[in-house]
């Protein structure tokens, strides 16, 4: 059974440029969950999208958006980059959102 | 958001056993995980507990969870070189939606 798959794995972006995220989670689980990991911060969470809808969102300016698919793929987008964006942006998939979530190995954006 | 606290780092000898410590300040967590997390890599699932359990046992992993003085412990029976890793500690409740709450992580470091 695949595991949760994130692309592309590195990124090097601009300052005021936008990059958009891809995750696509193991077969048969419908929530998504994306997280923010940084040396200074932590792990933090971003948003959550279940069968296509957003159920919870994290402590995140708007520039931080995301989507999910009828297929499960979730995509997140970060407009308008600043460089304390770079970070491990990590996906996680769960059956149901509530039990065992199960990460991918994470894209690492770097922003200059 | 709530606080879940780790200690930073641990050092033990090959053989030995590994006892990893987090507390937590929400009464309500419902879920408490642990995540081994290695260089350059995602977060891998190790194991979890329901809030009403006290004891998970899963071969060389045992987690204790002391829920009057929001404690939870993960032992590593027979410590190896490659369990030298970040361990992070995390806990959900449904106040939180369920998005996981991450501890700083505990920097474990097995030597020969």
């Known amino acids: 059974k695949a595991g949760v798959t994130q692309t592309p794995r590195y990124l090097i972006k601009t300052r005021g440029q936008q990059v958009t995220l891809s995750c696509s989670p193991i077969s048969g689980h419908r929530s998504v969950s994306w997280y923010q990991q940084t040396p200074g911060q932590g792990l933090q969470f971003l948003f959550e999208?279940?069968?296509?809808?957003?159920?919870n969102k994290g402590n995140f300016p708007g520039r931080f958006s995301g989507r999910q698919f009828s297929n499960s793929r979730s995509e997140m987008n970060v407009s308008t980059l600043e460089l304390g964006d770079s970070a491990l942006y990590l996906c996680a998939s769960s059956w149901d959102g509530h039990t065992e979530a199960f990460f991918g190995q994470g894209t690492r954006l770097t922003v200059v | 958001g709530e606080d879940v606290e780790q200690s930073l780092f641990l050092s033990v000898r090959e053989g030995d056993s590994s006892v990893i410590n987090c507390t937590y300040t929400d009464s309500s967590s419902t879920y408490l995980y642990w995540y081994k997390q290695e260089p350059g890599a995602g977060l891998q699932l190790l194991t979890y507990?329901?809030?009403?359990?006290d004891m998970k046992q899963d071969q060389r992993l045992t987690v204790l969870l002391n829920k009057k003085d929001k404690h939870l412990s993960l032992r590593i029976a027979d410590t190896q070189t490659g369990d030298s890793a970040i361990y992070f500690c995390a806990e959900t409740h449904i106040n939180s939606g369920y998005a996981l709450n991450f501890g700083k992580g505990t920097s474990l470091l097995v030597t020969p």
């Open positions: 507990i329901f809030s009403n359990m």
């Open positions: 999208y279940f069968s296509e809808t957003q159920r």
